[in-house]
């Protein structure tokens, strides 16, 4: 069993910055690769950006490309995300999760365990 808690949303001007965070529980962390997904409102879930077991290998979304960069922590149970020139479009609710086949990194249905979700706002 693993619980994931996010931190690090909230609102933001278009251009800003956030980091998000996203704490483990467990002594099983590296056993997963670690993604993270977005929902915007009214729309679906959307891969984000994804890390494999000991980050040898990272995953973006196009959208995200060059402006988020996922990263974690082994020793802290921790992933990463810092988000960068954040634009409106970013708006959404963003959940960590965490799946065991990292090839299902883009597959929001294939990953073991979600977070609640943090808020991030980007205004104009």
């Known amino acids: 069993q693993v619980q994931l808690v996010e931190s690090g949303g909230g609102l933001v001007q278009a251009g800003g910055s956030l980091r998000l965070s996203c704490a483990a529980s467990g002594r099983t962390f590296s056993r997963y690769t670690m993604g993270w997904f977005r929902q915007a409102p009214g729309k679906e879930r959307e891969f984000v950006a994804a890390?494999?077991?000991?980050?040898?290998?990272?995953y973006y979304a196009d959208s995200v490309k060059g402006r988020f960069t996922i990263s974690r922590d082994n020793a802290k149970n921790t992933v990463y995300l810092p988000m960068n020139d954040l634009k409106p479009e970013d708006t959404a609710v963003y959940y960590c999760?965490?799946?065991?086949?990292?090839?299902?990194?883009?597959?929001?249905?294939?990953?073991?365990?979600w977070g609640q979700g943090t808020q991030v706002t980007v205004s104009s």
């Open positions: 890390i494999s077991r000991f980050g040898t290998n990272t």
């Open positions: 999760a965490a799946v065991i086949v990292e090839s299902h990194y883009s597959t929001g249905k294939m990953y073991d365990y």
